[in-house]
């Protein structure tokens, strides 16, 4: 985010602000995930401790949306940098988090790899999760990182699954012959997806898989010495 929206937040409309996630922030997001998941997974689900861990890890990746009169957390957003490689996609959810501790933050890592967006079903269609999108660009942008990547639960497969693979039903979601409630949501914002990832996390509206998308940070300056620093490490 920048200085000015560090410090004033992102209107999100209707007395809702995203500000950068806080300590007081901890137990309202545990709270916040099971209105939000009620069919993922508990171990999946992001607690009041571990939402710390990720601060401590990687404080400028985390984002929360708050609602002023009520003083309550009403959307979140996580993540962590590190670097991807796209020609070997698979990966889980708790793998590439250091289950949910963001041990695998990376501060020289390429990639801004989104963790979680969600917003409270009441709140739903009010442009809280486009502003929660675009704190995370905010963060590619100040970083001058070359993009955002992220598993986006296909939370509507399961109505689908028995009838064509996951596959097939990603390409029409992409096509824009069927709505998928998070990655219809996730094109619109200005994602490509990349791959299917089955065997991402454990819930059932998705039977598990989600799409690996991604977002090209179009203004992406290449940094020389960075690239050199990077093979050294390599050749070690």
């Known amino acids: 985010?920048?200085?000015?929206?560090?410090?004033?937040?992102?209107?999100?409309?209707?007395?809702?602000?995203?500000?950068?996630?806080?300590?007081?922030?901890?137990?309202?997001?545990?709270?916040?995930?099971?209105?939000?998941?009620?069919?993922?997974?508990a171990h999946e689900k992001i607690n009041a401790r571990q939402a710390l861990e990720q601060a401590r890890a990687f404080p400028q990746g985390q984002?929360?949306?708050?609602?002023?009169?009520?003083?309550?957390?009403?959307?979140?957003?996580?993540?962590?940098?590190?670097?991807?490689d796209f020609e070997h996609p698979n990966h889980t959810f708790q793998e590439?988090?250091?289950?949910?501790?963001f041990s695998t933050h990376d501060p020289e890592g390429d990639y801004y790899y989104g963790g979680d967006i969600c917003v409270h079903p009441d709140y739903r269609r009010?442009?809280?999760?486009?502003?929660?999108?675009?704190?995370?660009k905010d963060v590619v942008r100040k970083l001058n990182r070359k993009?955002?990547?992220?598993?986006?639960?296909?939370?509507?497969?399961?109505?689908?699954?028995?009838s064509m693979s996951v596959?097939?039903?990603?390409?029409?979601?992409?096509?824009?012959?069927?709505?998928?409630p998070t990655l219809t949501f996730q094109l619109k914002c200005g994602f490509e997806v990349k791959a299917v990832l089955k065997d991402y996390i454990e819930d059932a509206s998705c039977r598990n898989c989600a799409a690996l998308i991604f977002w090209e940070y179009p203004a992406f300056v290449k940094d020389k010495d960075k690239d050199?620093?990077?093979?050294?490490?390599?050749?070690?």
């Open 96 to 101: 590439v988090t250091g289950n949910l501790l």
């Open 147 to 162: 993009g955002i990547i992220a598993g986006g639960m296909l939370t509507g497969f399961h109505k689908y699954a028995d």
């Open 126 to 136: 009010k442009g809280i999760g486009s502003k929660l999108y675009e704190s995370r």
């Open 228 to 236: 050199k620093d990077k093979g050294k490490q390599q050749l070690k």
């Open 63 to 84: 984002t929360v949306a708050i609602d002023v009169k009520e003083n309550k957390v009403v959307g979140m957003n996580t993540g962590l940098l590190l670097d991807f």
């Open 1 to 41: 985010m920048t200085e000015a929206e560090e410090s004033k937040g992102l209107e999100g409309g209707g007395g809702i602000v995203v500000v950068q996630f806080q300590e007081e922030h901890s137990a309202g997001v545990e709270l916040l995930q099971h209105e939000c998941y009620p069919t993922l997974a």
């Open 167 to 180: 596959e097939d039903y990603v390409e029409k979601v992409v096509a824009g012959s069927l709505v998928d």
